[in-house]
């Protein structure tokens, strides 16, 4: 990482979780390889709930439009 150390109350949100993260895994001493097992099952995951997501808003906004009344 060539960027310049900043306060952990500076950083950016997701280097904030990573650091919790990071945390939680060797706070409870969990193996490297599980943990990168794991973190594959959360990815995919997430990836689906963002997919559904944009299926939902995507759904909304067609209905919306076919239901706007043209003058």
Known sequence: ???PSIPLN???????L?????Y?????AIEPQL????????KRDLEHRLADDASITT???DHQS???NPL
């Open 66 to 68: 076919s239901n706007v």
């Open 24 to 28: 939680l895994l060797e706070s409870h």
């Open 59 to 61: 759904a909304r906004e």
């Open 10 to 16: 500076e950083a950016s949100d997701e280097i904030k």
């Open 1 to 3: 990482m060539s960027n």
């Open 18 to 22: 990573a650091v919790d993260l990071i």
């Open 35 to 42: 943990a990168l097992a794991a973190i594959e099952i959360v």
